[in-house]
Structures are given as structure tokens and as C-alpha cells.
């Protein structure tokens, strides 16, 4: 079992930033793929960043190129949100997995591993 723990959530005015950061002690997240995803109330879950294993290849949804930035350090997953807006609130996930696919603007998982999530609010 995968244990995936983010944090660095919370409450921020538009136009603010926050660093989201995924982490496990199980395992190196630079053998992995990894994906954020999030989910906003009443909406699906949606893909929004990915870097791949190994080359650390990096795709953004196209709503948040130019605002977040996804990196890599050994066993931690950042996420840098700049420029917040109100849409980008919802529970932020770390995902990875054998069935994690990311391409430019397209994220597809399956009953991969998730992180707990965290609550990302941006509200004036």
C-alpha cells in the first residue's frame, strides 16, 4: 500500500498563492508518476498538473498554465499556485498509480492511489 499525505492547504484571497505539497515515507515519489487532482463541491474530479517519473515531464490543465508550477524533490511533490482565483477552490489530491495517464491538458486515473486531500479555499 502507497501512502500519499499533502499539505499546505487553506483559506486565500483572490490573486493570493499557496504551495501544496504531497510526501510519502514509503516510497521515492521520483519512481513514480505523480498527478494533482481536485475536486470542487458538486463537481467531478479533475486533473490539473503531473510530472512523470524518471525525466520529470510536467503537463498543466489549461486553466492554470502560467499560475502553478508542479516540482519534484526525492520523496515530496510540490504544487506552487500563484494567482489564485475562486474556481480553483476545491479538495486537492495527490494521486499515483499504474493507471495514471497525463498528457497537455488531460489526466486520466483509475483506482490508483490517492492522498487523503486537502481543502484549498480562495474567497474574499
Known amino acids: 500500500q502507497l501512502h500519499l499525505v499533502e499539505s499546505g492547504g487553506g483559506l486565500v484571497q483572490p490573486g493570493g498563492s499557496l504551495r501544496l505539497s504531497c510526501a510519502s515515507s514509503?516510497?521515492?515519489?521520483?519512481?513514480?508518476?505523480i498527478g494533482w487532482f481536485r475536486q470542487a463541491p458538486g463537481q467531478e474530479r479533475e486533473g490539473v498538473s503531473c510530472?512523470?517519473?524518471?525525466?520529470?515531464l510536467t503537463y498543466y490543465k489549461d486553466s492554470v498554465k502560467g499560475r502553478f508550477t508542479i516540482s519534484r524533490v526525492v520523496n515530496t511533490v510540490y504544487l506552487q499556485m500563484d494567482d489564485l482565483k475562486p474556481d480553483d477552490t476545491g479538495v486537492y489530491y495527490c494521486?499515483?498509480?499504474?493507471?495514471?495517464?497525463?498528457?497537455?491538458?488531460?489526466?486520466?486515473?483509475?483506482?490508483?492511489?490517492w492522498g487523503q486531500g486537502i481543502q484549498v479555499t480562495i474567497s474574499s
Open positions: 494521486v499515483t498509480g499504474p493507471a495514471l495517464y497525463c498528457t497537455d491538458n488531460y489526466f486520466y486515473t483509475e483506482d490508483d492511489y
Open positions: 514509503d516510497f521515492r515519489l521520483d519512481y513514480y508518476t
Open positions: 510530472i512523470t517519473k524518471g525525466d520529470g
